[in-house]
């Protein structure tokens, strides 16, 4: 694991800003340092921190320096931010720099409700000069086009911020814009509106990354065509399937990715594991995968049972013997297609 006390060069390197060139998004609790490694074996041709509190590095609170833990593998790495009070992005970006980052995102999208009671993510869009402040205070320490902004819509319907939002960041010298065209109050209910995203790419003259409703390579492929923008940014597209920036970039080129397979999935399984485990204890890498392997086997039939032996499971031994169990050729032969239509893309059964 990188000393983040000391000069990182690989942190120097841009991200790509294309349409064969997916990112993944920034996922608090997910894209740590092992998740991001996995995606970029994957074909993630950039990557995300989880967000990061501005406030948490000025005070040191425990656990935020682990979330700027990285490799000379990890790159290009844009490192996301929350906080709304510009003295603090001031205060401490010049200590990220001093650790090798040179590329950030603002999170002005999160609508957890603990980040938004704080003024933090989409609750930025109810105080955009405020916003503006901290974003100017960002990209004054950072240069111009290295930071970049993650948004909403707005507020609320009939609270739409984004058009005037994105165009006055771009004049306080934003590098991107990734849009989420959702309203903050929608969460991930309803569906994204991707006439936004064509209509920011229209009109913006920097890049404007999709984000949204991209559970699929083709979902993907599909919006970079319709919308125009510069390239995707894969969230919950990459948590249920980490190889889905491979698949995306082969239906992008015109060609058809291969269907889903029992070994291949043990094997990404196993990658995840032997990741986890070199950059934590057995232990914490365990428990990540009681939280990952249940959206990876999602589609699976019998994956309730597999799910509630992973509740229980810190023994690598029995992860093995779950994964020999239960994913074998013949469950992905039996009913995969239709258990997967009976399933939204959090792997939840829909009503």
């Known amino acids: 694991m990188t000393d983040t006390a000391s000069p990182a060069p690989h942190l120097f390197l841009p991200p790509p800003l294309r349409a064969d060139a997916p990112w993944l998004a920034p996922l608090a609790g997910y894209s740590d340092l092992p998740f991001r490694l996995l995606c970029r074996e994957h074909g993630a041709a950039a990557c995300c921190t989880e967000m990061v509190s501005a406030k948490g590095l000025l005070y040191h609170s425990p656990g935020t320096r682990d979330l700027l833990?990285?490799?000379?593998?990890?790159a290009p790495l844009v490192l996301q931010l929350f906080g709304a009070d510009a003295?603090?992005?001031?205060?401490?970006?010049?200590?990220?720099?001093?650790?090798?980052?040179?590329?950030?995102?603002?999170?002005?999208g999160c609508s957890v409700p603990k980040v938004v009671k704080t003024g933090c993510g989409s609750a930025m869009s109810r105080d955009m000069d405020n916003a503006l402040s901290v974003a100017r205070a960002m990209v004054e320490v950072a240069g111009e086009g290295r930071v970049g902004f993650k948004m909403r819509l707005g507020w609320q319907a009939g609270e739409e911020t984004w058009r005037e939002m994105a165009l006055r960041l771009q004049d306080a010298g934003a590098g991107w814009i990734t849009l989420h065209p959702r309203f903050a109050r929608q969460g991930f209910g309803g569906e994204a509106r991707w006439s936004a995203l064509r209509e920011l790419a229209a009109t913006l003259t920097i890049p404007v990354i999709a984000s949204g409703d991209l559970f699929t390579a083709a979902d993907a492929v599909r919006?970079?065509?319709?919308?125009?923008?510069?390239?995707?940014?894969?969230?919950?597209?990459?948590?249920?399937?980490?190889?889905?920036?491979?698949?995306?970039?082969?239906?992008?080129?015109g060609g058809q990715p291969p269907p889903p397979d029992a070994d291949r999935l043990k094997a990404l399984i196993r990658r995840h594991l032997e990741l986890a485990l070199a950059h934590s204890?057995?232990?914490?890498?365990?428990?990540?995968?009681?939280?990952f392997v249940p959206r990876y086997v999602r589609h699976i039939p019998g994956v309730r049972a597999?799910?509630?032996?992973?509740?229980?499971?810190?023994d690598r031994d029995l992860l093995e013997e779950l994964l020999e169990t239960h994913l074998t050729p013949q469950a992905f032969a039996?009913?995969?297609?239709?258990?997967?239509?009976?399933?939204?893309?959090?792997?939840?059964?829909?009503p």
């Open 69 to 74: 833990a990285s490799t000379p593998e990890d």
């Open 223 to 253: 919006c970079v065509r319709e919308t125009g923008v510069a390239t995707v940014m894969f969230a919950r597209g990459a948590m249920n399937n980490p190889a889905i920036f491979d698949e995306y970039r082969v239906l992008l080129a």
């Open 87 to 108: 003295g603090i992005m001031r205060t401490v970006m010049p200590g990220l720099l001093e650790q090798g980052f040179r590329w950030f995102d603002l999170n002005m």
């Open 281 to 291: 204890g057995e232990r914490t890498a365990l428990l990540k995968m009681r939280t």
């Open 334 to 350: 039996e009913d995969g297609a239709a258990d997967q239509a009976t399933t939204n893309p959090d792997g939840e059964a829909r």
């Open 306 to 314: 597999l799910r509630n032996r992973l509740a229980s499971c810190l």
